[in-house]
């Protein structure tokens, strides 16, 4: 399968804990962002890297949460401290270098903090 | 800021007949819109985009949209329902021209297609 693949799946912690989920993009996509999505609601977006260059970071993301992609290849997303709020399912989308603004989005993590 | 409204929580059709999903939107500039669909657990997937030229849009499965720049509205269209149509239907936009590339989305609209 050569689309977006995020792990884990799914993700169940203690408030409190931190968690960190991982995403790998469609090889050769140099974009990729994070989403989080609550029940009822569409996608809202967090972050967004260009090759390993953290271009956009929502409001939405706060203190507790950090964003990696190294090499500009996969990415992290970690959350600290983790609070009942943030569960959710997070999700992952990349998109090629130039010519196509369509964003690929991957399976998702969804977390749920007890 | 931009946003992205769906009306309607659910659509019910029944198969055979033509089916539509409402999508209105509010940018500041011009409009980069997109409809993707979700079936249970499997992610979003990409159906059709506008971006510039034509304002009717083909995209996967049948499925086609308008572009209406004076109504500021996507609205997506099938001619024959399928049952397999029946998922969870999201309209999203970005502006043009800027160095965002952040997608807004709606809050998406459940379609069922009955037999």
């Known amino acids: 399968d050569t689309g977006v693949s995020q792990n884990p799946r799914h993700k169940i912690t203690k408030r409190g804990q931190n968690v960190t989920f991982r995403c790998d993009p469609i090889s050769e996509h140099n974009r990729l962002y994070w989403y989080r999505q609550t029940l009822g609601q569409g996608p809202e977006f967090l972050t967004y890297?260009?090759?390993?260059?953290?271009?956009?970071k929502s409001r939405l993301l706060s203190d507790r949460f950090s964003a990696e992609r190294p090499k500009g290849s996969f990415s992290t997303l970690e959350i600290q401290r983790t609070e009942q709020g943030d569960s959710a399912m997070y999700l992952c989308a990349s998109s090629p270098p130039q010519g196509s603004e369509t964003q690929y989005f991957g399976p998702g993590t969804r977390l749920l903090v007890l | 800021a931009q946003s992205v409204a769906q009306p309607e929580d659910q659509v019910n059709v029944a198969e055979g007949n033509p089916l539509t999903v409402k999508c209105t939107y509010s940018v500041s500039g011009n409009p980069y819109l997109f409809w993707y669909v979700q079936y249970p657990n499997r992610g979003l997937q990409f159906l059709l985009k506008y971006i510039t030229g034509d304002n009717l849009v083909k995209g996967s499965y049948g499925f086609e949209a308008e572009f209406n720049k004076s109504q500021t509205s996507f609205h997506l269209k099938k001619p024959s329902a399928l049952v397999s149509d029946s998922a969870l239907y999201s309209c999203?936009?970005?502006?043009?021209?800027?160095?965002?590339?952040?997608?807004?989305f709606g809050s998406g609209t459940r379609l069922q297609v009955q037999p």
């Open positions: 890297f260009q090759n390993e260059a953290q271009l956009e």
């Open positions: 999203a936009v970005r502006v043009l021209d800027t160095g965002r590339r952040a997608l807004t």
